[in-house]
């Protein structure tokens, strides 16, 4: 199932790549033969080169200078490290800038963003996309067929907004295509309100900061329309090294739970999802959140393995504290990214630098080094992976998912006027994953147009805002036989943002058999005690529903209260399937204990059950063996755990039989022939 081109580049490494971002220009050329000498005692078979470039390969207008470039091509080459070669259009040069102001972003408050910082340009305007085309169609004249291309960067982290005259000339673009004429717009927008009815295109503008409170249709289509222009700067740049040779494969670098690029219309886009994450080593929680991410990234693709591309050997430095990564935290976090689908592990960046923003930022060659611990790490990093190109190509499978969707993000995040404006949608889908990964469960993430036919349970977390199709699709899943677990304010508003009629949950009130009269947000502080039929209690706070049962009957109802009595948990058969929704938020332990049990009553595979939550435990497989990846966050106890059958640990090469012990930070790969 891996993409063809995906397919090439493994058996082209022999396995896993392993290395980073590296900038032979900040550097003088005798450093590049020290730099080489140590990738290659490092185990490095793969570089993300000319990232941020282009004011080095055309210092002027139209004047190419590709002598370093092809000097450190051929180096790398000569010593057998493939290049995953970048266009460096992230950085346009204080020329293109100086020359046609119009390419540097104007910002939502009407200021022009000025030449010096990062991601300077604005994705809308012809003169970038012009220049950027040219120096695309340069790079690929002259590397397409070099020896060492092994892969295409395009670009780095797609990110900015910009507000100028040509995003808003983009805008109504994109709003022609979408609505077609003023009148369908009118109504998607519901402009009547307040009287902001359009009645000539250019009366439409990119939004810019609020005054006083903005249309939240025209909101919310201004971040799709955003997304979509990126998306068409990264498109146009791949259609063109595409031209010159179409078997290797292109990427972009998606960053961590980044909210203005929909990943999922990205993801078709290109051979493989590549991720930089930084997770913060002094939050004990980041290992939790990365998973997911990582889920995230193997799903984007339907299961195929996606490349880890930057993150930090040791410490970052865009916090206001940048604490260092301990000793063998970096090693689990590689591993913790391989063991839920990445085919790589790289950083940014190879050799510290000087000087610039990211002087105290991490590298695989730190400023104390080759004789230094982190470069140790990384060395002893670097034969590990080696050790585990088998895994290479395989993949997880998982019988629950989790919803995640960029529209429902937008929907609670982007604007005001909801019950309550505080909601966090990262923060409201973590609650809803966490159990899951402390049990251990393999879990796929969703978007409403995902296929859910091979999931048994499908997590729905305050899904706000989603199109028919996305509901037509819960509703079938549990139609025929699914279990959905889906928390409150769901299936409030259509794609448009306009509520959806027939009382809420509109979308959804007859899944979940039970119409809500009103929401009623939580006041600061209140709490409300919750019983269960089994007589068991919990507290709740945060929000309520006024929920009156139509065909679902209360697995939990408000102990006290003006609502008490009502249900605050629901069940509900439809079709064949199972809906349980939850009208509050309950407290963590009780949200556990009926997710869980539903997982359990709808027969997902339970095969790590009473393993403790912080031994990590995966599988990655393909037709003949499986990989169990072991891995242990607790810094002080070692874990025991049964094994089935024998195998060996791949990175010890140690037969396994009966059972293993992981020590406290440690990982075991324990690699089986699958059962029939
Ligand atoms: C990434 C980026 C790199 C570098 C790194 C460390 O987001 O792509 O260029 O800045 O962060 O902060």
């Given amino acids: 199932m891996t993409d063809a081109r995906m397919r090439a580049l493994i058996d082209r490494l022999g396995g896993l790549a392993y290395g980073g971002d590296y900038n032979p220009e900040q550097w003088d050329p005798a450093v590049w033969r020290e730099d080489v000498r140590l990738?290659?005692?490092?185990?490095?078979?793969?570089?993300?080169?000319?990232?941020?470039?282009?004011?080095?390969?055309?210092?002027?207008?139209?004047?190419?200078?590709?002598?370093?470039?092809?000097?450190?091509?051929?180096?790398?080459?000569?010593?057998?490290?493939?290049?995953?070669?970048?266009?460096?259009?992230?950085?346009?040069?204080?020329?293109?800038?100086?020359?046609?102001?119009?390419?540097?972003?104007?910002?939502?408050?009407?200021?022009?963003?000025?030449?010096?910082?990062?991601?300077?340009?604005?994705?809308?305007?012809?003169?970038?996309?012009?220049?950027?085309?040219?120096?695309?169609?340069?790079?690929?004249?002259?590397?397409?067929?070099?020896?060492a291309l092994a892969m295409w960067h395009i670009s780095n982290e797609y990110g900015p907004t910009a507000y100028n005259e040509a995003a808003s000339a983009g805008f109504r673009r994109w709003l022609r295509r979408r609505y077609g004429d003023l009148a369908t717009l009118n109504e998607a927008w519901t402009t009547r309100f307040w009287g902001q009815v359009y009645t000539d295109w250019d009366q439409v503008e990119a939004p810019g900061v609020p005054r006083t409170w903005m249309n939240p249709s025209r909101i919310l289509d201004f971040k799709r329309f955003t997304s979509d222009t990126l998306l068409e700067c990264f498109v146009a740049e791949r259609d063109i090294v595409r031209s010159f040779r179409d078997d290797i494969p292109v990427v972009t670098n998606f960053m961590r739970f980044y909210r203005h690029a929909d990943y999922w219309r990205w993801a078709p886009e290109e051979d493989a999802a590549a991720l930089d994450i930084y997770p913060d080593p002094a939050d004990p929680d980041a290992h939790v959140s990365a998973a997911f991410q990582f889920d995230l990234f193997r799903s984007l693709k339907g299961g195929q393995p996606w490349l880890l591309m930057e993150q930090a050997a040791s410490a970052v430095s865009q916090w206001r504290l940048n604490v260092v990564k301990e000793p063998g935290r970096m090693r689990l976090g590689s591993l913790q990214a391989v063991s839920r689908g990445a085919d790589s592990v790289m950083f940014f960046q190879w050799r510290a630098g000087r000087g610039g923003h990211e002087r105290f930022h991490s590298a695989m060659l730190p400023h104390s080094g080759p004789d230094s611990r982190t470069f140790r790490e990384v060395a002893e990093l670097g034969r590990e992976v080696g050790r585990l190109s088998p895994v290479a190509g395989t993949t997880t499978r998982a019988e629950v998912a989790v919803l995640f969707d960029w529209d429902g993000w937008w929907g609670l995040e982007e604007l005001w006027g909801l019950p309550r404006n505080d909601f966090s949608y990262v923060d409201t889908v973590m609650r809803h994953y966490r159990p899951l990964w402390e049990h251990h469960y393999a879990v796929d993430v969703v978007s409403p147009h995902s296929d859910l036919s091979r999931y048994k349970v499908l997590v729905v977390p305050n899904a706000y805002l989603m199109d028919d199709r996305g509901v037509g699709a819960v509703t079938e899943f549990a139609r025929r036989g699914g279990t959905v677990v889906m928390s409150f304010f769901s299936g409030v508003v259509d794609a448009c943002n306009r509520v959806r009629p027939d009382g809420y949950p509109g979308a959804f009130r007859r899944l979940i058999g039970a119409k809500i009269d009103e929401y009623w947000p939580a006041r600061p502080g209140e709490r409300f005690a919750v019983e269960f039929s089994d007589g068991s209690t919990a507290t709740a706070d945060w929000w309520r529903e006024d929920l009156h049962l139509e065909t679902g009957t209360a697995l939990a109802t408000y102990a006290d209260g003006l609502l008490r009595g009502r249900a605050a948990v629901v069940a509900n058969a439809y079709g064949a399937g199972r809906v349980v929704y939850f009208a509050t938020l309950l407290e963590a332990g009780a949200f556990e204990r009926v997710l869980i049990g539903e997982l359990r009553a709808a027969g997902v595979a339970d095969r790590f059950h009473g393993l403790p939550a912080h031994l990590e435990c995966t599988v990655r497989e393909d037709e003949r063996h499986e990989y169990l990846f072991l891995l242990n966050h607790d810094p002080g106890t070692p874990v025991t755990v049964p094994l089935e059958s024998v195998g060996t640990d791949i990175l010890t090469g140690r037969p396994t039989s009966g059972e293993i012990t992981v020590p406290p930070l440690g990982a075991a790969v324990v690699r089986r022939v699958r059962q029939a």
């Fill in 39 to 147: 990738m290659r005692e490092a185990g490095v078979n793969l570089v993300s080169l000319g990232v941020f470039a282009w004011a080095s390969l055309e210092p002027e207008p139209g004047k190419y200078e590709f002598g370093w470039l092809d000097e450190v091509m051929d180096l790398l080459h000569g010593n057998g490290i493939a290049v995953n070669l970048a266009t460096p259009t992230a950085a346009p040069p204080a020329w293109l800038s100086q020359r046609y102001p119009e390419v540097l972003p104007v910002m939502a408050d009407g200021e022009r963003f000025g030449f010096g910082n990062r991601l300077h340009y604005d994705p809308s305007s012809p003169v970038y996309r012009e220049h950027a085309a040219a120096i695309t169609t340069r790079l690929a004249e002259r590397y397409s067929f070099h020896p």
